[in-house]
Nanobody, 124 residues
Framework: QVQLVESGGGLVQPGGSLRLSCAASGRSIYVMGWFRQAPGKEHEFVAAITWTGGSINYANSVKGRFTISRDNAENTAYLQMNSLKPEDTAVYYC???????????????????WGQGTQVTVSS
């Protein structure tokens, strides 16, 4: 497993922006994903990126508003969130696949390491 620490959450008005960070330590990472969980709901896939090739996937609900990136030297992944909406309110988690590139990327259970989560609240 790898240790993941998220930061950057907070309260923002609709239309605002936030950038989440996920610092990783431990094993090498193949894929990093971001998920979110609103109260009473399941974990929802947000975005994923391969650690070396930069292949990226987004959920339809965030395409064009969110951008996932990674800094290999810093071993950190980012989620830039623009044009935030109240429905983006959730606890956001980063997750890592440390075994291989293969397999799914859009389910929480596809990953083997998870961070503790950071709250994002979009409200006026």
């Amino acid at each position: 497993q790898v240790q993941l620490v998220e930061s950057g959450g907070g309260l923002v008005q609709p239309g605002g922006s936030l950038r989440l960070s996920c610092a990783a330590s431990g094993r090498s990472i193949y894929v990093m994903g971001w998920f979110r969980q609103a109260p009473g709901k399941e974990h929802e896939f947000v975005a994923a990126i391969t650690w070396t090739g930069g292949s990226i996937n987004y959920a339809n609900s965030v395409k064009g508003r969110f951008t996932i990136s990674r800094d290999n030297a810093e071993n950190t992944a980012y989620l830039q969130m623009n044009s935030l909406k109240p429905e983006d309110t959730a606890v956001y988690y980063c997750a890592a696949k440390t075994e291989s590139y293969y397999g799914g990327r859009t389910y929480f259970g596809d990953y083997d390491s998870w961070g503790q989560g950071t709250q994002v609240t979009v409200s006026s």
